[in-house]
């Protein structure tokens, strides 16, 4: 089914390792984006990206690493993990612009110990 | 950043109440989305109000867009327990840096 995939869906890591997040679109959008969703502050853009090898940083981008080699694959790696990372993050796609409306993944569940 | 408050917080009604949640802000946007959040999921558009004064209506919700564009409501009318939810605006910064942000949320429990 077409739509946007996120993974893992859970995952546990210890401070000071790198993680990667994956996020997955079969709807040849232009933009894609990464959020983080904590309690209190709503959703924070991490990174975004226009297109194939453009990518541009975001509300909280610090701690947090992008690639976008292909259209649909966006991922986001946390180079030296910190607990501050533990959180929520979403993966979403836009077809045109960056102020359409947005197609969200599920979410990773990100516990930094 | 071009803050978006959502009032309230927190909304614990009983099945059948109607409600109201608000969206505010400083800044004028030249549009306003309303997102619905479940346990779990990830946020999925209710609808895009573009000009000041809109109302639009999907079943037994209102959303309405300031006359100046800095605000918006979601009515419910007659809750059910189906509409539970985290409820997000978002707003489209009409300076043309072409960014979307979000507010805080407002999350609804519909209680049977």
């Known amino acids: 089914d077409a739509g946007i995939t996120q993974s893992p869906r859970y995952k546990i890591t210890e401070t000071g390792r790198q993680v990667t997040l994956m996020c997955h679109q079969t709807?040849?959008?232009?933009?894609m984006f990464w959020y983080r969703q904590d309690l209190g502050h709503g959703l924070r853009l991490i990174y975004y990206?226009?297109?194939?090898?453009?990518?541009d940083k975001g509300e909280v981008p610090d701690g947090y690493v992008v690639s976008r080699s292909k259209t649909e694959n966006f991922p986001l790696t946390l180079e030296s993990a910190t607990r501050s990372q533990t959180s929520v993050y979403f993966c979403?796609?836009?077809?045109?612009?960056?102020?359409?409306?947005?197609?969200f993944g599920d979410g990773t569940r990100l516990s930094i110990l | 950043t071009q803050l978006l408050e959502q009032s309230p917080q927190f909304l614990s009604i009983q099945e059948g109440e109607n409600l109201t949640v608000y969206c505010n802000s400083s800044?004028?946007?030249?549009?306003l989305q309303w997102y619905r959040q479940e346990p779990g999921e990830g946020p999925v558009l209710l609808v895009t109000?573009?000009?000041?004064?809109e109302v639009k209506k999907l079943k037994r919700l209102t959303f309405q867009f300031g006359d100046a564009r800095k605000d918006s409501s979601l009515h419910i009318t007659a809750a059910q327990p189906g509409d539970t939810g985290l409820y997000l605006c978002?707003?489209?910064?009409?300076?043309?840096?072409?960014?979307?942000?979000f507010g805080t949320g407002t999350r609804l429990t519909v209680i049977p």
């Open positions: 979403a796609s836009s077809g045109l612009t960056r102020v359409e409306p947005q197609h």
């Open positions: 109000v573009v000009t000041g004064g």
């Open positions: 800044s004028v946007f030249s549009s």
């Open positions: 978002a707003g489209a910064d009409q300076t043309g840096a072409n960014n979307l942000f």
């Open positions: 709807w040849s959008h232009s933009y």
């Open positions: 990206s226009a297109a194939a090898d453009i990518t």
